[in-house]
């Protein structure tokens, strides 16, 4: 029984590494704008709480 060596071409080898293409990741997903707002409104009650005492 013989057994053959497969060959390995540098056209084939570029395959190997190929990775199935993923979805963009999406740049705003409104997390930042909401923590802005959260920031926002913990300054007005800090501004607010300073002045009523």
Known sequence: ?????AT???STMA???VSPS???VP???GTK??????YGLMLV???LT???H
């Open 50 to 52: 300073y002045f009523i």
């Open 22 to 24: 993923l979805a963009p």
């Open 15 to 17: 395959y190997d590494n």
């Open 33 to 38: 704008i909401d923590q802005g707002v959260a």
């Open 45 to 47: 009650a800090l501004v």
């Open 1 to 5: 029984m013989e057994v053959k060596k």
């Open 27 to 29: 740049t705003n997903d």
């Open 8 to 10: 390995i071409s540098p």
